[in-house]
């Protein structure tokens, strides 16, 4: 899988740019605030269907236009295919070789694993940034998964503003039970897709970051509802374990005007020898394991679909030292991967491939 030409039209500062890449190394190279983070944002947001850096699409077009076309011609599923994408007025429309897709269809074409420096974190954030990890990973291979999500947010939202509104209006409580049994039924089936994928993960991961950290052990649990006896039970048991914690915490809802049922409080939790990595991690401990869980994220896709995904690695390679780098590096050397760097630093050397350099939002 790889992307062989995109065009972009308006897209953040490109105006009208057109480049081809190596099915392997890229290196995009040039100054800070040229480009080279939104082209690796245009790639990624034709995989994906969302950027990863904003969640205003008006942000998207260039300051002069009114709408911006994303378009890439890329060798997926053994065959080329093309995938266009229009901006406008903060709507999104997508076409896959000129048949109108929805753009959370966008992944069954093309698929990128992002690397970036805020991931470097992944360990020592809060929950919100692993589940979000977890989340668009899973999405990637398994569409229902998306709508399950999309679900779930409507639901939540709905008994958010329930809870934070009856009293003021005490027939909202009439619907109240609904919203709440459909949270119960959507967690049970996430839980379920939640727990195969960490377990996948966590075995993928602990093999990587043992050859990375020289022995070191990675563990990775799921933390969920609390009453979940077994998050791999079946549906039906889960939901019924949900559905006891909803019962026993409706009057707490009531009174703090929050949801707190639901897979909306997940976690993953991360242990490196046993001991919490969060808590108790150093700083490369806790980067080794985020690069392990994301090299991991790699190697699953390519157990799902029999090739590589695009991976995207943005401006991480500076901030690891050179032995993270030289691992990195090594372990990449299959599939197609984009870099960005402010100079190339002989990477291009190291990897093969293409070089680029981006200067006011232009290919050189």
Known sequence: MNVEKIELNGFRNFEWETAEFSSHTNVIFGKNAQGKTNLLEAIYLLSCGHSFRTSGDRELVHFDYDSAQLMAQVFSGGRQQNIRMEIRAGKKTVQVNSVRKAVGDLADTLKTVLFCPEDLSLVKEGPQVRRRFLDTAISQSRPAYRDLQKSYREYYIQKKQILK????????????????????????????????????????????????????????????ISTVTDPFASEKQIYYEICDHQEAH???????????????????????????????????????????????????????????????????????????????????????????????????????????????????
């Open 165 to 224: 509104d009856w009293r003021d209006i005490p027939s909202l409580l009439d619907t109240l039970d609904i919203y709440s049994e459909g949270i119960c039924r959507l967690s049970a089936k996430i839980i379920r897709y939640r727990a195969s994928y960490i377990l996948r993960l966590a075995q993928e991961a602990g093999k990587i970051h043992r050859e990375f950290a020289k022995g070191e052990d990675l563990a990775l649990q799921y933390q969920t």
């Open 250 to 364: 409706r009057k707490a809802e009531l009174e703090s005007g929050k949801c707190l049922t639901g897979t909306h409080k997940d976690d993953l939790a991360i242990q490196i020898n046993g001991r919490d990595a969060k808590a108790f991690a150093s700083q490369g401990q806790t980067r080794t394991a985020a690069l392990s869980m994301k090299l991991a994220e790699r190697e699953i896709v390519l157990q799902e679909n029999g090739e590589y995904p695009v991976l995207l690695l943005d401006d991480v390679l500076s901030e690891l030292d050179a032995q993270r780098q030289e691992f990195v590096l090594n372990r990449i050397s299959e599939g197609q991967t984009f870099i960005t760097c402010c100079a190339d630093d002989n990477i291009s050397r190291r990897t093969g491939g293409r070089v680029m350099q981006v200067q006011e939002g232009r290919f050189l």
